[in-house]
T-cell receptor, first 114, second 113 residues
Framework: AQSVAQPEDQVNVAEGNPLTVKCTYSVSGNPYLFWYVQYPNRGLQFLLKYITGDNLVKGSYGFEAEFNKSQTSFHLKKPSALVSDSALYFCAVRDDGGTYKYIFGTGTRLKVLA | NAGVTQTPKFQVLKTGQSMTLQCAQDMNHEYMSWYRQDPGMGLRLIHYSVGAGITDQGEVPNGYNVSRSTTEDFPLRLLSAAPSQTSVYFC????????????FGEGSRLTVL
């Protein structure tokens, strides 16, 4: 069965510093990995995805994520955090086995301090 | 371009009542799904559909029914509401059942008393 773990409930970072939001996954086949962001009282918005190819994936708003197969991780990163990046971030996984299920993590709240 | 539209945005029910959460998308997306979001539990998949006439269960399907008679609509039915179904519900769609990212509605907040 697929699963996703986001080990940190909250991450605090100072504005201008680099940020990392962690995600590890478990699937039986090849993983398809996604990051989404949720602002208060809104639906989730897609940030980036890894399907195949380069392990470093670039997405919206300056975010990027690094796929590491040996560590089964897909951490979200940004070189310089903005206060406006403060939000709830979700990692999601799908396998290539034809189940068509997107499974989400529990979310990590990012707080960027001015 | 409306995207994914959910109605109602807010609803209060009494235990045992029934209701339908509506979801419509105007992007001709093949894949549609319903999630519930609860504090500390993230998003959990209730049901999903890979096309008109095809539905399947997700992680937490009990107490919910779905149907997909058209490509555009994917209603979620609560036949006999329970307090445990108090949650925020999200509908999401994707252009492809295979590798597409999900587009989310704005959510429906349901309270069951």
């Amino acid at each position: 069965a697929q699963s996703v773990a986001q080990p940190e409930d909250q991450v605090n970072v100072a504005e201008g510093n680099p940020l990392t939001v962690k995600c590890t996954y478990s699937v039986s086949g090849n993983p398809y990995l996604f990051w989404y962001v949720q602002y208060p009282n809104r639906g989730l918005q897609f940030l980036l995805k890894y399907i195949t190819g380069d392990n470093l994936v670039k997405g919206s708003y300056g975010f990027e994520a690094e796929f590491n197969k040996s560590q089964t991780s897909f951490h979200l990163k940004k070189p310089s955090a903005l206060v406006s990046d403060s939000a709830l971030y979700f990692c999601a996984v799908r396998d290539d086995g034809g189940t068509y299920k997107y499974i989400f993590g529990t979310g990590t709240r990012l707080k960027v301090l001015a | 371009n409306a995207g994914v539209t959910q109605t109602p945005k807010f609803q209060v029910l009494k235990t045992g009542q029934s209701m339908t959460l509506q979801c419509a998308q105007d992007m001709n997306h093949e894949y549609m799904s319903w999630y519930r979001q609860d504090p500390g539990m993230g998003l959990r998949l209730i049901h999903y559909s890979v096309g008109a006439g095809i539905t399947d269960q997700g992680e937490v399907p009990n107490g919910y029914n779905v149907s997909r008679s058209t490509t555009e609509d994917f209603p979620l039915r609560l036949l006999s509401a329970a307090p445990s179904q108090t949650s925020v519900y999200f509908c999401a769609s994707s252009y492809s059942r295979f590798l597409g990212e999900l587009f989310f509605g704005e959510g429906s907040r349901l309270t069951v008393l």
